[in-house]
């Protein structure tokens, strides 16, 4: 008679795969209040901004700021979520800070050095939420 061992997890992976969440969740809201802050600075047209005029992607600096601003919600709602470990949280988490990589990608002419900071910490929040392995 052959016997199966179920899958067991340690409490210390439990505990690490806890923590990247919260990590990931803590990065994602903290980082969804500056996208906010970011748009609203774009919308009322700040001189935080550099002009670019021979830019790829033209778009005037009001709609990144709306751009910013929804997606900014959007990580905040999300990361409520996933402070109670919802799964659905994860997967649209991982989506939102994909989008919001590639936001800040395309606005980095406006605002270089912080586009970059954002673009390693929307990375970091992929990383967390994609290395812990489901239930």
Same mark, same amino acid.
């Given at each position: 008679?052959?016997?199966?061992?179920?899958?067991?997890?340690?409490?210390?992976?439990?505990?690490?795969?806890?923590?990247?969440?919260?990590?990931?969740?803590?990065?994602?809201?903290?980082?969804?209040?500056?996208? $906010?802050?970011? #748009? @609203?600075?774009?919308?009322?047209?700040?001189?935080? =901004?550099? %002009?670019? !005029?021979? /830019?790829?992607?033209?778009?005037?600096?009001?709609?990144?700021?709306?751009?910013?601003?929804?997606?900014?919600?959007?990580?905040?709602?999300?990361?409520?979520?996933?402070?109670?470990?919802?799964?659905?949280?994860?997967? $649209?988490?991982? #989506? @939102?800070?994909?989008?919001?990589?590639?936001?800040? =990608?395309? %606005?980095? !002419?406006? /605002?270089?050095?912080?586009?970059?900071?954002?673009?390693?910490?929307?990375?970091?929040?992929?990383?967390?939420?994609?290395?812990?392995?489901?239930?």
């Amino acid at each position: 008679m052959a016997t199966t061992a179920s899958p067991h997890r340690s409490e210390s992976s439990s505990a690490a795969a806890g923590g990247l969440v919260i990590f990931a969740a803590v990065m994602l809201f903290i980082s969804g209040v500056l996208g $906010i802050f970011r #748009g @609203i600075m774009a919308i009322a047209d700040d001189d935080v =901004f550099v %002009s670019t !005029p021979n /830019y790829v992607f033209k778009f005037d600096l009001t709609s990144w700021g709306w751009i910013h601003l929804i997606l900014g919600v959007v990580a905040v709602l999300v990361s409520i979520g996933l402070f109670s470990a919802a799964v659905w949280a994860r997967v $649209i988490g991982v #989506g @939102i800070a994909g989008l919001l990589l590639i936001v800040s =990608f395309l %606005s980095i !002419p406006y /605002y270089p050095l912080w586009s970059i900071t954002l673009i390693a910490l929307y990375a970091l929040v992929i990383w967390a939420l994609c290395v812990v392995k489901r239930d």
